[in-house]
């Protein structure tokens, strides 16, 4: 397990503690103070709708969407994305609002150079009341960050494991996410995937200290080992300290979205969510 306590941790020191935007979530909508729900690619064997319903059985309060899921069982030639018809988004809304819950981010979608484009994910997560948009897409920050700008919405860099036969793909690494934000607009951040940090042999805690002031949302995972075969687990559960990591989140005033994205047990995963739930909501620092 590498830890990570590079040259770039002490631009951290600089940064402010907290990022915010002009429309935080409610503390209605939280768990023991934290926005805490599910990425609706937990259940990708679903639609978004059975998506929604999941998170609320499992006690959630907040949902982040991914491209491309099917609407409904009943509508399955509809998605929901950034292409939906107002019509398809109208039914979305109606669903969250009949299970008490808010969408509060997006991704992980590709941002185009071709700033017409670009602005549909915008358009939709305004639509949406979405706080930030998660991506990967590093070489077409220039068009971005203007709509960062114009729309008041975060964006968070995703990381996915290191990737061992291709040394050009550094989103892994939180000192590269950090180089890349440090001098971009304040709602620029990194979307911190602990559970691919472990994948990638780094313990997250110290992957979040590299980067405080500048995490913007979460996909929070708690995997049974460091490794690139390693599953997740219900908090607590596994080996990646969600005790140390909750602490951290707090110590830095974070108040962003937390969105559990469980890779395993793909049809019948509710049982785990609601276990990870139930983790943050008796949680004691």
């Known amino acids: 397990m590498k830890h990570l306590f590079a040259p770039l941790f002490l631009l951290a020191l600089a940064i402010p503690a907290m990022v915010r935007s002009a429309d935080p979530i409610p503390d209605d909508h939280k768990i023991n103070g934290f926005a805490i729900g599910c990425q609706a690619y937990t259940f990708n064997r679903f639609t978004a709708f059975q998506a929604i319903d999941k998170t609320a059985a499992a006690g959630g309060k907040v949902i982040e969407f991914y491209p491309g899921q099917k609407l409904s069982p009943e509508h399955l030639d509809l998605k ?33 150079k071709d700033e017409k484009e670009c602005r549909k994910v915008f358009e939709f997560a305004k639509t949406m009341g979405i706080r930030v948009i998660n991506t990967e897409s590093v070489d077409s920050i220039d068009t971005w ?23 050009d793909y550094k989103m892994w690494d939180p000192n590269y996410i950090l180089s890349v934000v440090k001098d971009r607009d304040v709602r620029i951040g990194s979307c911190a995937d602990t559970g691919h940090w472990m994948r990638s042999g780094l313990k997250p805690v110290d992957c979040l200290r590299i980067l405080k002031g500048r995490i913007v949302s979460s996909h929070l995972k708690d995997l049974n080992g460091y490794n690139h075969l390693a599953h997740d687990m219900p908090y607590g559960q596994g080996e990646g300290d969600v005790n140390a990591i909750l602490k951290e989140y707090q110590a830095q005033g974070f108040d962003g979205p937390i969105s559990i994205e469980y890779e395993h047990k793909w049809e019948d995963s509710l049982p785990d969510v609601t276990a990870c739930i139930d983790y943050v909501k008796n949680w004691k620092p």
Request: aromatic share 6%.
């Open 80 to 112: 929901v994305d950034h292409n939906a018809t107002p019509e398809t988004l109208d039914m979305v809304k109606a669903k969250l609002k009949e299970k008490g819950l808010i969408a509060v981010a997006y991704g992980v979608v590709g941002l185009s």
């Open 145 to 167: 960050e203007k709509l960062v700008k114009e729309y008041d919405i975060k964006v968070g860099f995703h990381d996915h494991p290191k990737r061992d036969n291709n040394a």
